[in-house]
């Protein structure tokens, strides 16, 4: 085992670093201002803009696909730590989600059709685009599941179905949705699903309303309900043929869980250190913050579970470069729970020794445990993992 980063992989964290500490947050709060809470907006900043051009310069672009970037899981991980600083990051490198999961399936299953009309102005950061598998009438948890339906009909697919929480839908270049629905109900389980792209502008996708997330509508992504209503899109559509949408989930997922889990490990660095910042800075009692009940005891347990989170991920990472996300699945599903809850426990602390000022706005921390806590859900609840992980232990038993 050898988490050692690559020499490319050094030399990419720190460019990475280092744009996100000069470029990124510096706008970041003018920015979150402009953005946050104000629903009616949905329109990308002219500064977001400026700063991908000059991300995108610099060759800090799409650095999550390894047929881009040539670097394996273990060694994009320490990049995503870095984009994980901010909430602008990963979108200003073109590596947020759900585009860079998308983005990886048309790489992976994509048609040479499919991935000039949309891979290529995905890649190019030109449009965004949408996944829609979580539907409002059903535990959406178990991909199984999701029952939208997909129909031949000569030449073409016809979609049914509502779908909710999907990521992106505000957003004014949003122009391409992954639709996931049941193509043959009588089949296996694991082989009744497909996925099919869809232009959002085809007749009969009817965006119903957009979602907060805590009472913010998270501008200009937000997450919206979406029905669709006998739409029609030709056969060529599908991505990698009928019936293989539940493998193309699981292959999704991967990665995009490593991603995940490796840019909460970099937000619990950064709320540590607005954490330590203030403790160090601000007095009560006589004393700085820091030396008051048990708050150096604290910070010393934060920074141990972040190190653990972080080693559990890179493990995670590097037995999906060795082994494939099918046998990785257990350490896959280990660091989803292990790095949110994480998260969520370092911010949490933050919070608190910042006192009123914690909750605000003029620090991120209100927005980053949003974050956190919708990290618990969002690609598997936690539960879900947990039962995974549970059933991988117990089976090592059931042999003897
Ligand atoms: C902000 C946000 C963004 C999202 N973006 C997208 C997106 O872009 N595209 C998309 O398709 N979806 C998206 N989702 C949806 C997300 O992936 C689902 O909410 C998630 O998969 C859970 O599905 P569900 O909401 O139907 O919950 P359910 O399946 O109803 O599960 C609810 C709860 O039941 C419990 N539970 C479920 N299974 C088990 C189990 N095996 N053992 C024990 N307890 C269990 C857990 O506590 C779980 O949290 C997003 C969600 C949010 C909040």
């Given at each position: 085992m050898d988490f050692e980063p690559s020499r490319e992989s050094v030399i990419l964290r720190d460019r990475v670093r280092a744009f996100v500490r000069d470029e990124i947050l510096p706008a970041e709060i003018a920015l979150a201002r402009t953005l946050g809470g104000d629903w009616?907006?949905?329109?990308?900043?002219?500064?977001?803009?400026?700063?991908?051009?000059?991300?995108?310069a610099a060759g800090l672009w799409n650095l999550f696909l390894p047929e881009v970037s040539k670097l394996a899981n273990v060694e994009y991980a320490p990049i995503a730590e870095e984009m994980g600083r901010s909430f602008l990051a990963p979108e200003i490198f073109n590596c947020n989600a759900p585009d860079a999961g998308n983005m990886e399936v048309l790489e992976k299953y994509g048609t040479e059709a499919q991935k000039v009309q949309w891979l290529t102005p995905l890649l190019a950061g030109e449009i965004?685009?949408?996944?829609?598998?979580?539907?409002?009438?059903?535990?959406?948890?178990?991909?199984?599941?999701?029952?939208?339906?997909?129909?031949?009909?000569?030449?073409?697919?016809?979609?049914?179905?509502?779908?909710?929480?999907?990521?992106?839908?505000?957003?004014?270049?949003?122009?391409?949705?992954?639709?996931?629905?049941?193509?043959?109900?009588?089949?296996?389980?694991?082989?009744?699903?497909?996925?099919?792209?869809v232009p959002l502008d085809t007749k009969g996708v009817c965006i119903k309303r957009m979602l907060s997330v805590f009472g913010d509508y998270d501008p200009p992504y937000g997450h919206g309900e979406v029905w669709f209503e006998d739409v029609r899109v030709p056969k060529e559509n599908v991505i990698a043929g009928l019936g293989r949408g539940f493998e193309i989930a699981q292959g999704r997922l991967g990665p995009g869980r490593i991603h995940h889990s490796m840019r909460a490990i970099g937000a619990a660095e950064r709320a540590l250190a607005l954490m330590i910042e203030r403790a160090i800075a601000r007095t009560a009692f006589g004393k700085p913050l820091v030396n008051l009940g048990g708050n150096r005891e604290r910070i010393a347990d934060l920074r141990i579970a972040i190190d653990q989170a972080r080693l559990l991920t890179l493990y995670a990472a590097w037995r999906l470069d060795k082994v494939g996300a099918l046998a990785a699945l257990a350490e896959i599903s280990a660091i989803k729970v292990a790095a949110p809850n994480v998260l969520q426990q370092v911010i949490d602390e933050a919070i608190q020794i910042h006192g009123g000022a914690g909750v605000s706005d003029d620090v991120p921390l209100a927005a980053m445990f949003a974050a956190a806590r919708v990290l618990r859900i969002v690609d598997g609840p936690d539960a879900v993992h947990r039962g995974l992980i549970a059933r991988a232990e117990l089976a090592k038993y059931e042999a003897r």
């Open positions: 009616t907006r949905w329109a990308v900043p002219p500064e977001v803009d400026a700063l991908k051009a000059k991300a995108r965004r685009s949408v996944f829609c598998m979580t539907e409002p009438d059903v535990a959406s948890s178990d991909a199984t599941n999701v029952s939208a339906s997909i129909k031949e009909d000569g030449a073409s697919l016809v979609l049914n179905g509502k779908k909710w929480w999907t990521t992106g839908l505000g957003h004014p270049r949003a122009k391409i949705a992954i639709f996931m629905g049941v193509s043959d109900p009588d089949g296996h389980r694991h082989s009744r699903h497909s996925m099919v792209l």
